[in-house]
């Protein structure tokens, strides 16, 4: 029984991104402001990404993959109904991106802020979609917020622990329903948003990725890069601004960072 589950754990695939690259764009499609998943709509969105892609066909030997990194729970300035100071993205927005994604040959990304809530908790009614094949997960720690503290007041903090149970979860659902492997992303750009990131542990079967979201002139971007990359995950990742942003960095640049990009996310 033991070298049986052995033989089948060795036969897990191991890593999306060992292989692939992905250019992702963020956002919402309800709104303009999040990003530019609300800017564009239908073909215009679809051709638009594919366009962003492009930049990267003669810089990486890999695969590149497209995807929507769409925000699915949502930190608000008032608690709600629930006092929780989020608002869940509803299953049907949620399916019509997914088949949007799909059509397209993308990827669908998750992406959850807490608010008031836990992750466990939203990431718990993310299930259905998570167990499917092409749709990964994000954490935004910037919009996790102690009882009480209204998102956006400051910047919030998430402890290793809940991205640790976000992984369990993931390596969980892959195994229940023979999934490919998935991407975690953790976004950063302060040291206090994961102050103990060196307990996230690793994973056989989740692409842990940090991706470092702060905006600004190139010079800065460069340097919250530096800073958050010191204490790095299994991969890298990177958040592109196209309103916040002064200079955005080209393609050439992204893949020119250390340690190397495997996600650029661009909002």
């Known amino acids: 029984l033991l070298a049986a589950a052995g033989a089948a754990r060795e036969a897990e695939p191991s890593s999306f991104l060992k292989d692939h690259f992905v250019v992702a764009w963020y956002g919402n499609p309800r709104s303009t402001r999040m990003g530019i998943l609300g800017v564009k709509t239908g073909a215009d969105r679809a051709d638009g990404l594919r366009k962003q ?12 993959v497209m995807a929507y990194h769409l925000i699915v729970t949502i930190a608000q ?4 109904k629930s006092g929780d100071y989020r608002r869940r993205e509803t299953p049907d927005t949620i399916q019509a991106m997914l088949d949007e994604a799909r059509a397209n040959g ?17 990431v718990q009614v993310l299930e259905p979609f998570l167990s499917q094949p092409d749709v990964d997960l994000a954490l935004d720690p910037e919009f996790t917020m102690p009882d009480g503290v209204v998102p956006g007041k400051r910047i919030g903090t998430m402890r290793a622990a809940e991205v640790n149970g976000a992984l369990d979860f993931l390596e969980r659902t892959i195994r229940a329903h023979k999934l490919p492997p998935k991407m975690l992303i ?11 990131k060196g307990n996230i542990r690793k994973s056989s079967i989740v692409d842990l990725v940090l991706d ?6 190139q010079p800065l971007k460069r340097s919250t890069w530096r800073f958050a990359m010191k204490q790095p995950l299994a991969f890298a990742a990177i958040k592109l601004f196209y309103q916040e942003d002064t200079n955005v960095m080209t393609p050439a640049q992204v893949m020119a ?9 661009y909002q």
């Open 53 to 64: 892609a492009a930049g990267y066909a003669t810089l990486t030997s890999k695969q590149i």
């Open 77 to 80: 300035p008032l608690p709600g």
């Open 106 to 122: 993308f990827r669908l990304i998750l992406d959850v802020q807490a608010g008031g809530s836990t992750v466990a908790e939203e």
């Open 186 to 196: 953790v976004h950063q750009f302060t040291e206090n948003m994961l102050p103990d």
């Open 212 to 217: 470092m979201d702060g905006f600004g002139d």
């Open 257 to 265: 960072l250390t340690p190397p990009v495997s996600v650029v996310i």
